[in-house]
């Protein structure tokens, strides 16, 4: 299933700690479009019926089993992009005969 990496973590705890999410759990989704591409995301949500409830890295996500599929070996990550442009960003699995695989949506941050 999906990994979280230890600098993506900590900026989910950090996030999580503001009053207006606080004790809400991170949904993280994704979905394929026409053209093959997979778009992903993520943020605070409370709603929890019928979804995958994982605790990944000591943070708890939420799945729904649409986006299961799309997060398979996928990495969320928290990167500079550009000096002082910290997001996070969704790592697809590597396909041995393909190289890196890309996403359409390389980056949602937490809201």
């Known amino acids: 299933m999906i990994k ?5 973590a900590e900026q989910i705890r950090a996030a999580n700690n503001n009053p207006d999410v ?8 994704a979905y394929q ?8 995301g993520m943020g605070f949500d409370t709603e929890r019926e019928a979804d995958e ?3 990944v890295n000591g943070i708890e996500i939420l799945i729904a089993a649409s ?9 969320l990550d928290f990167v500079e992009m550009n000096p002082g ?3 996070f960003i ?6 041995a005969e393909d ?7 390389d980056a949602a941050a937490a809201e």
Request: proline share 8%; no cysteine; charged share 20%.
């Open 22 to 29: 606080f004790e809400m759990i991170l949904r993280v989704a």
């Open 99 to 105: 190289g890196p695989a890309e996403s359409g949506d």
């Open 67 to 75: 986006s299961t599929p799309y997060l398979q070996g996928v990495t």
């Open 4 to 8: 979280i990496t230890d600098a993506a």
């Open 85 to 87: 442009d910290m997001r």
């Open 90 to 95: 969704f790592i697809p699995p590597y396909s």
């Open 33 to 40: 479009e026409d053209d093959g591409s997979v778009n992903y």
């Open 53 to 55: 409830h994982l605790v």
